[in-house]
């Protein structure tokens, strides 16, 4: 049990190394002009001011040697300077930013959860009756619409039409809030990434839960005459909940990737809407640290996922490890 | 069985193409195959149904909402958003059929390779696998957007930027079904009467692989579209004037917020449409052939 967290724990920083090294080979290989894009497309520049560029940046050295500094400054967390933000620390920016999409992302899985786990249950409880027929018909609307798209309607919807929701940002910069973030301008964000999340969970609660109801030992509960919602919540509920946990995990990669547009529809100040503008402004070293670090995130959340399903199932514990 | 004649000729019609046709094709099935023929037909025929130019600008004609002569409204520009949704369509099915086909290629080739030669080659590969499965697909497709962008223009570096995040699980799919091919006996039967490596994957290999691959694409194609859009929608795809999908709704931001609903709503349900009814199609397919695979193949 332990000796496979450790051993997987040893792993992590193998596959990081193998994450870093294909980012800096594609960048390598790309044709991408890092000084042509910094300057821009239509500026002139002379001979003399692209090497003074490159030496500054390093862009002078060879590749091996390149790569071998860029991995040593990123092992003590020098994640490099951006371009966008006229050489602040990439690291810096990265840390300002993570607050506002920390919270975002854990609203939305706490939505998520409560969410998923009632409409589930409900549904695995009432199967094949007309709650069940919708909780079914949401999933598969939410798993088709694309995130960004169900963001933009309720921006509409509630926003523009109904005006109950502010339709950007963190806080009403008129009023006395201040720069945190209130919990109004919080809703309509956190909803919607909740939304793009729902169906994954609820279809998996409510499948496992059906799954589980034909089990021997919950037929076995049934023999003793239990009652219908303590043999739902008190014998089929704590297996299902298993999965659910490790769900969490292997969906990290969607989340993130679902915060990066709805950030940007609301936007919403955090690491997705600066995602988003080093994009649009080509400032590679602020993407490649993102990148990575989502990498890492989605690498983290494979691990949980693998663990929790250890320490949750006691029979994988005795047959694995 | 008294059948009059009217019965006759249609089990006539229905005998001779019995072979197209299952016997019990579900609802789910029916609509999405009904609505993607009306899809095909729109993307093929959009310079004839829809045929005033993408570009044409009206400013009398600005944010009218839908009507009669401009079913889906009209946008800040007063250009017809019909017209613009559908050859909107035609440019995001294109691009996204490409960069499957690429997904397709790059996947099956080191799918096959690394089932096939085994060993250090396998384990190298999947390892490379690996690393590539834990990249984020929208942050990693949004770096090789960027970084492909000036050489190969838009185009290109979208094909590459979600073909290069979306092959692993074809790799995957297509090595797992190797494996187990490899422990069949006309295998052995073809190695024993003298087949070499390349004719052995190329004769008794890939014939077989091929229904998996199809279906893999079919799957991944639903998610070829949404990546190509969100990439547009973030604004390293599609250049802005040219009309796809992504673009649409990233216009639309602005527009919805001085009232204009339908710039959002079309387009995305266009979208949605389009990757519901290949997504339900491709999974009634998985189902009806081999359930076996709906556990390998939940992207």
Redesign the interface.
């Known amino acids: 049990m332990l000796g496979v967290i450790v051993r997987r724990l040893a792993l992590l920083p193998l596959?990081l190394l193998?994450?870093a090294?294909?980012?800096f080979v594609?960048?390598a290989i790309?044709?991408?002009?890092p000084i042509?894009?910094y300057v821009g497309?239509e500026t002139p520049i002379s001979a003399e001011g692209r090497e003074e560029i490159a030496r500054a940046w390093g862009l002078d050295q060879s590749e091996p040697e390149r790569m071998i500094r860029w991995a040593g400054r990123l092992l003590q967390g020098d994640l490099g300077h951006s371009t966008m933000l006229e050489g602040r620390p990439v690291s810096e920016a990265l840390l300002e930013r993570a607050g506002p999409t920390l919270v975002l992302i854990g609203t939305s899985l706490a939505l998520v959860l409560v969410g998923g786990l009632i409409a589930g249950v409900l549904a695995a409880a009432f199967r094949d009756s007309w709650f069940d027929w919708l909780v079914r018909s949401v999933s598969?609307?939410n798993i088709?619409?694309?995130s960004?798209?169900v963001a933009?309607?309720a921006?509409?919807i509630f926003s523009?039409?109904l005006n109950w929701l502010p339709?950007a940002g963190t806080t009403d910069l008129r009023g006395e809030g201040g720069t945190g973030i209130d919990l109004k301008h919080l809703i309509l964000p956190a909803v919607t990434l909740a939304i793009t999340q729902q169906a994954w969970f609820t279809m998996y609660i409510r499948n496992t839960l059906l799954e589980v109801m034909r089990e021997d030992y919950v037929q076995y509960a049934t023999a003793q005459g239990i009652g219908r919602t303590a043999l739902l919540l008190r014998h089929a509920l704590p297996n299902a909940l298993i999965p659910f946990v490790t769900l969490i995990g292997v969906n990290m990669?969607e989340i993130?990737?679902g915060s990066?547009?709805i950030e940007?529809?609301f936007a919403w100040p955090g690491l997705g809407t600066l995602?988003?503008d080093a994009?649009?402004s080509?400032d590679?070293p602020l993407?490649?640290a993102?990148?990575i670090i989502?990498?890492f995130?989605?690498?983290m959340g494979?691990l949980f996922a693998d663990v929790s399903y250890r320490v949750l199932d006691p029979r994988i514990r005795e047959t694995g490890a | 069985m008294t059948a009059p004649t009217t019965t006759a000729s249609t089990s006539g019609w229905r005998s001779r193409w019995r072979w197209a046709i299952p016997r019990r094709v579900p609802f789910a099935a029916g609509i999405s195959g009904s609505l993607l023929v009306i899809i095909l037909f729109i993307v093929a025929t959009a310079d004839i149904i829809r045929p005033i130019d993408t570009y044409t600008v009206d400013f009398a004609a600005a944010l009218q909402s839908p009507s009669l002569s401009s079913p889906m409204g009209t946008d800040e520009l007063g250009r017809d958003i019909m017209t613009r949704v559908f050859h909107g369509l035609r440019v995001s099915l294109f691009v996204s059929l490409m960069a499957s086909v690429v997904a397709l290629v790059l996947g099956g080739a080191i799918g096959l390779a690394a089932g096939a030669l085994g060993g250090k080659v396998d384990s190298v590969l999947m390892?490379?696998l690996?690393?590539?499965a834990?990249?984020?697909?929208?942050?990693?497709g949004?770096?090789?957007?960027?970084?492909?962008r000036?050489?190969l223009g838009p185009m290109g570096a979208i094909l590459l930027a979600v073909g290069l995040t979306h092959w692993t699980q074809m790799a995957r799919i297509v090595r797992g079904e190797l494996l187990s091919l490899r422990e069949r006996q006309f295998v052995g039967a073809a190695i024993n009467g003298g087949a070499g490596r390349w004719r052995l994957a190329w004769r008794h290999y890939l014939p077989h692989l091929l229904p998996a691959m199809g279906l893999g694409f079919v799957l991944l194609f639903?998610h070829a579209i949404?990546h190509e859009?969100?990439l547009s929608?973030?604004?390293?795809g599609l250049p802005p004037h040219q009309a796809s999908l992504g673009n649409l709704?990233a216009d639309?931001?602005s527009l919805?917020?001085v009232?204009a609903?339908w710039a959002?709503?079309f387009?995305?349900l266009m979208?949605?449409l389009t990757?519901?009814a290949i997504?339900t199609l491709g999974e009634y397919w998985r189902d009806r052939h081999n359930p076996r695979w709906r556990s390998e193949l939940e992207l």
């Open positions: 596959i193998g994450v090294t294909l980012t594609i960048v790309s044709p991408f002009d042509r894009a497309a598969h609307f088709a619409a694309p960004f798209w933009l309607m921006l509409y523009v039409q339709a990669g993130i990737g990066i547009l940007t529809v995602t988003r994009a649009l080509a590679l993407l490649i993102i990148t989502g990498a995130f989605v690498i494979n | 390892r490379f690996d690393v590539f834990s990249q984020n697909h929208l942050l990693f949004i770096v090789l957007a960027v970084l492909f000036p050489a639903p949404f859009s969100a929608f973030l604004g390293v709704l639309s931001r919805i917020l009232g609903w959002a709503l387009p995305g979208l949605l990757s519901l997504g």
